[in-house]
């Protein structure tokens, strides 16, 4: 045990420390990515300067290394907060040893999972659809063809990065209980419902700006004939057949079909609405 070594220093961690640790997370979180323990080798990795600070014994050392080498895998940007509560943890037990290494494990594997779920829910399906509906639009706006592509690959990276970094410095200064306070605070939940409320306004936008669709209905002959887009539709809700295409796309989204068949059923659609000049 790590209190019973006379050799330990009594270092405090500093921010230069958890910089470089989020650095080498950040870049080289999943390079060796297995199934027999994901992301162990990759967090390891980021906190071995800090672990070989704390433990200047080559056993405690080992054993601190090994410790991290069991099975680990979280959503690397919101679950970087494991990373900070468990150096915390570490330099608690490197100080006087009144925490025990299977308390690091138990609360990275307790953690890991719940906080993949808020990870995923927040950058995959929130953040990451609202930049790329910014850069789309602002490609389409502006012309700028594959530049869009780099505006994307850019804002994502230092939307990631700004979230990371907070995230491990916030979880280094709670240690152990910077999560449980986040989730019985509801925190977390109002993050994820007041950006799922901008995603969706994010989403309506776009919808009624570049998602064109009318039909050439009318009833009626001559200067009596009623349009059924202009003097109905829009006057009911204007860019109604936008949105619900739109609609029908999540839809299928949920049903499990992928974008190629998407847009497979979309282009048979358009050409039969056409043949049968519906549109």
């Known amino acids: 045990m790590a209190k019973e070594k006379t050799g330990v220093v009594q270092s405090i961690v500093t921010k230069k420390d958890l910089l470089y640790a989020w650095f080498k997370w950040f870049i080289f979180s999943h390079c060796c990515i297995n199934y027999e323990r994901f992301e162990s080798l990759g967090f390891t990795n980021a906190i071995s300067h800090i672990l070989a600070k704390l433990y200047p ?53 307790g953690l890991m999972g719940p906080l993949a779920g808020i990870g995923d829910t927040l950058n995959q399906a929130i953040i990451y659809p609202i930049l790329l509906a910014f850069s789309v639009a602002l490609v389409l706006e502006n012309n700028l063809g594959v530049a869009g592509v780099v505006i994307y690959c850019v804002l994502v990276v230092a939307a990631m990065a700004a979230q990371s970094i907070y995230f491990v410095n916030y979880g280094y200064r709670l240690g152990k209980d910077a999560v449980s306070k986040i989730l019985k605070g509801g925190l977390m939940d109002r993050i994820v419902h007041a950006a799922g409320i901008v995603g969706c306004g994010v989403l309506g936008a776009l919808t009624a700006t570049y998602v064109s669709l009318s039909t050439t ?63």
């Not at 990373?83 to 290494?101: F, H, L, P, T, Y």
């Not at 299928?252 to 358009?270: E, P, Q, R, T």
């Open 57 to 109: 014994s080559k056993e405690d050392l080992s054993e601190a290394l090994e410790r991290h080498q069991e099975f680990f895998n979280t959503e690397p940007y919101i679950g970087i907060v494991i990373m900070g509560i468990s150096v915390a943890m570490e330099e608690q037990r490197a100080k006087d040893g009144s925490v025990s290494g299977e308390a690091i494990t138990a609360v990275k594997t």
């Open 217 to 279: 209905l009318t009833y009626g002959s001559g200067e009596q004939a009623i349009s059924l887009q202009a003097d109905f539709l829009d006057q009911l809700m204007p860019k109604m057949l936008p949105l619900a295409v739109t609609l029908v796309c999540f839809w299928l989204v949920k049903k499990g079909k992928g974008a190629i068949k998407i847009m497979g059923i979309l282009a048979v659609g358009v050409v039969a609405l056409s043949l049968l000049h519906i549109i």
